[in-house]
T-cell receptor, first 116, second 114 residues
Framework: GAVVSQHPSWVICKSGTSVKIECRSLDFQATTMFWYRQFPKQSLMLMAT?????????EQGVEKDKFLINHASLTLSTLTVTSAHPEDSSFYIC????????????FGSGTRLTVV | AQTVTQSQPEMSVQEAETVTLSCTYD???????LFWYKQPPSRQMILVIRQEAYKQQNATENRFSVNFQKAAKSFSLKISDSQLGDTAMYFC???????????FGDGTTLTVKP
C-alpha cells in the first residue's frame, strides 16, 4: 500500500514554455503532498506543501508564480513550471501523505526536467 | 527551526562488513520523528527506517538498525552484512508530528565494494 506515481519521469522542454508534472497517490487518499527539488549529489529542498482543496504553501525563496501547484483531488497534485528557463533544470520529487502513511514518507519516482 | 547534519559526505565499506552513518540534529521539540532514506542511482527515495522520539528502543529493520541518542541529538544508521545493492545516497531526515514535511541532511554517499 501507499504507492505514489509521478509522471513524466523525464522531460525536455524549450526555454519559455511550460511543463506540468503529475503526482498521483494510487491506492490511498493523499490529504497533503510535498514537492521537492534536488540538484545532483545534493539534498532535497522542499519547495511547497499542497493540501487538497486549498492553496499551496510555498517555502521562502520559491517563486509561486513560476512553480504553480494544484491539488484539486485527494489523489492528484500537479506542479507546473511556467516560462521555464535553463536554471529550472533539475530533479523534482513529490511525496504524499494520508491516513495510511501520516508521516509523508512515500515518494514518487521523480521527474528529471531539462530546459534547453 | 530544525536542522539535520550529516558530517560524512562519502563512505565506503567492503561487502559483508558493517558500516555506520552518522547524523545529528537540532530541535527544541520533545516529540518528533527521525528517518533514514536510501536513494539509489535510480533516484527513487526509499524509506529505510523510522524512529519515534518518544520510544527509547532503537528501531531495527533486518540488516539496518539505528542508535538513537535523544539527549545527544544523534541518530546513526548501522548497516550490517553490507550488500552491493546498498550502494546509494543515504539521507537522514527529521519530521514533526502532524507536519508531514521533513528536513533532510545533506546526505552520505555510500559505496559497497566487492
Amino acid at each position: 500500500g501507499a504507492v505514489v506515481s509521478q509522471h513524466p519521469s523525464w522531460v525536455i522542454c524549450k526555454s519559455g514554455t511550460s511543463v506540468k508534472i503529475e503526482c498521483r497517490s494510487l491506492d490511498f487518499q493523499a490529504t497533503t503532498m510535498f514537492w521537492y527539488r534536488q540538484f545532483p549529489k545534493q539534498s532535497l529542498m522542499l519547495m511547497a506543501t499542497s493540501n487538497e482543496g486549498s492553496k499551496a504553501t510555498y517555502e521562502q525563496g520559491v517563486e509561486k508564480d513560476k512553480f504553480l501547484i494544484n491539488h484539486a483531488s485527494l489523489t492528484l497534485s500537479t506542479l507546473t513550471v511556467t516560462s521555464a528557463h535553463p536554471e529550472d533544470s533539475s530533479f523534482y520529487i513529490c511525496s504524499a501523505r494520508g491516513q495510511v502513511n501520516p508521516y509523508g514518507y512515500t515518494f514518487g519516482s521523480g521527474t528529471r526536467l531539462t530546459v534547453v | 527551526a530544525q536542522t539535520v547534519t550529516q558530517s560524512q559526505p562519502e563512505m565506503s565499506v567492503q561487502e559483508a562488513e558493517t558500516v555506520t552513518l552518522s547524523c545529528t540534529y537540532d530541535t527544541s521539540e520533545n516529540n518528533y520523528y527521525l528517518f533514514w532514506y536510501k536513494q539509489p542511482p535510480s533516484r527513487q527515495m526509499i524509506l529505510v527506517i523510522r524512529q519515534e522520539a518518544y520510544k527509547q528502543q532503537n528501531a531495527t529493520e533486518n540488516r539496518f538498525s539505528v542508535n538513537f541518542q535523544k539527549a545527544a541529538k544523534s541518530f546513526s544508521l548501522k548497516i550490517s552484512d553490507s550488500q552491493l545493492g546498498d550502494t546509494a545516497m543515504y539521507f537522514c531526515a527529521f519530521s514533526l508530528p502532524n507536519a508531514g514535511k521533513s528536513t533532510f541532511g545533506d546526505g552520505t554517499t555510500l559505496t559497497v565494494k566487492p
